[in-house]
């Protein structure tokens, strides 16, 4: 018999049968193996199918992290459905807009986020099945065909196995919502072939090993956070789970009590381990690797990481939810290219074209082109959006992803973020990139995060706008900033403006909204 080709829930399936009795997931204080895990999502796989969620039906899973979203996730995918984890923070607007636009035939949820979507799934044109766990008052939801409770759901499946396959590894296995920071959110159709590509390919770089415990404070919802449960189950590690970065002094003791050896951040959750007193409490040996994504990591932060992981690997990395990860940084090269996001991941190949699709030569700017197998299928029923951002390639019948981001290369191949192109700032005839001028205003004593877009202005077209945030206890002023930026850049990308602030707004996923300083 010829056996099937890999699908992504084939991780969960061959981690169970190789290790049944390892401890797959640590959070909030309860352990599960890899054999429970397995069981109670084909309980639940079962329960949606036999309520009606069929192949290719999508399915929301609206929580914060905790069991019940890893055991969803794989449910969902076993039912031979597509799954999209919606982040608990979401507003009760949003939350409509995503059930309508994927056409949500189903949600998992969590009671204490009945105030958000209770009356939001009584007006949700498809949903047909809703299941809550936690304690909840049920009866408020009779307009809908079937509403379970958790406990009810999982009890009256099969634990024992799945639903029969149907799949192929071109299906959808999950939709993955853009922040929406310039319109609507944008659902990123991710094959299981994309998913388990890009779950391979990093896992590679990064010397991911069997053995890792791995500590997510990273939502779910967020690719990012999502491939540290993909990549552990894929090789047999522990996934600790953490619902945010809230309460740092708890999840470093968590970390240490865990023996944790892989910690992935983005620069606003290292900020805030910069600003901790007594880093030197914790025991940090066991800790191999450390990762960043979402936005590029400044130097700064990376001889923080350095300085309070001296004995791990730390790893620079660039990508996008379109196609989750363009670059890494090897460890061994952060001295001598430390301003750098890195080269290609495994499998992939990456080139930069002028205004005209041209390919540029070392250290030009333009448009960063990613091609592979982890490339997005496109935005969901967006196909004017996805033809922007799915063009011809250089061989006949393929698409290649223009990212919308303004990078470089040196001659050794090696990718400088630049900007996204939205921001990149216009001033006295000049391109500033913000992000440079972030770089430089970052390293000033005293300055824990900055912001900098373009404000309107009569005699340059755009003026450059910083918004800083000082570091605990430090005392800053617009002009002792503007003077120190004067020493560290040209005089085009000095700031005309400083707002001195005590935070800066952001996504779930810890991106600066500058729409919102804006």
Known sequence: ?????????????????????????????????????????????????????????????????????VIAFWAVLKANAVVSIVNPLTKADKLAYLLDDCRAVAMMTDAHLT???????????????????????????????????WDDAVGEGNTDCPPRRQCIDIDLAAIIYTSGSTGDPKGVMLTHRNMITAATSVSTYLRFAQDEIVMCVLP????????????????????????????????????????????????????????????????????????????????????????????????????????????????????????????????????????????????????????????MKGYWEKPEQTAKKLRPGPLPGELVLYTGDYCKMDEDGYLYFVGRMDDVIKSRGEKVAPKEVENALVHIAGVKEVAVIGVADELLGQAV????????GAVLTERQII??????????????????VDELPKTTTGKIKKTDLR
């Open 220 to 375: 779910l919802s967020f690719d990012y956070g999502l491939y540290q449960m993909l990549m552990s189950y894929r090789l047999g590690a522990t996934l600790v789970l953490e619902r945010s970065f809230t309460f740092p002094a708890q999840v470093l003791k968590v970390l240490v009590e865990e023996k944790v050896t892989s910690f992935p951040g983005v620069p606003t959750i290292f900020a805030i381990l910069g600003e901790l007193k007594n880093l030197s409490d914790y025991d940090f040996s066991h800790i191999r690797f450390v990762t960043n994504t979402a936005a590029a990591l400044p130097v700064k932060h990376i001889d923080l990481l350095r300085k309070i992981f001296p004995d791990a690997r730390v790893y620079s990395m660039y990508g996008l939810t379109e196609c989750k990860r363009c670059t890494y940084l090897p460890p061994e090269d952060i001295d001598k290219k430390p301003t750098s996001v890195g080269i290609a991941i495994p499998n992939t190949e990456m080139w930069i074209v002028d205004e005209q699709d041209r390919r540029v030569g070392p250290h030009e700017v333009g448009q960063l082109v990613i091609r592979g197998a982890t490339v």
């Open 465 to 472: 706008k910083a918004f800083v945030v000082p570091e605990q």
């Open 483 to 500: 003077g120190e930026a004067q020493q560290r850049l040209e005089n085009f990308m000095v700031p005309k403006y400083v707002q001195i």
């Open 115 to 149: 105030r958000v979507f209770a009356d939001v799934v009584k007006r949700a044109k498809h949903l047909r099945t809703l299941i809550v766990s936690g304690t909840s008052d049920l009866s408020q939801f009779d307009t809908i065909a079937c509403v379970k409770s």
């Open 1 to 69: 018999m010829i056996e099937a080709i890999p699908l992504l829930h084939d991780y969960l399936h061959l981690s169970a049968r190789r290790l049944p009795d390892k401890t797959a997931l640590v959070c909030q204080k309860k352990r599960l193996t890899y054999s429970e895990i397995e069981a109670r999502s084909n309980a639940l796989a079962w329960s949606l199918e036999k309520n009606g969620v069929q192949r290719g039906d999508r399915v929301i899973v609206f929580a914060d992290n905790t069991v019940e979203t």
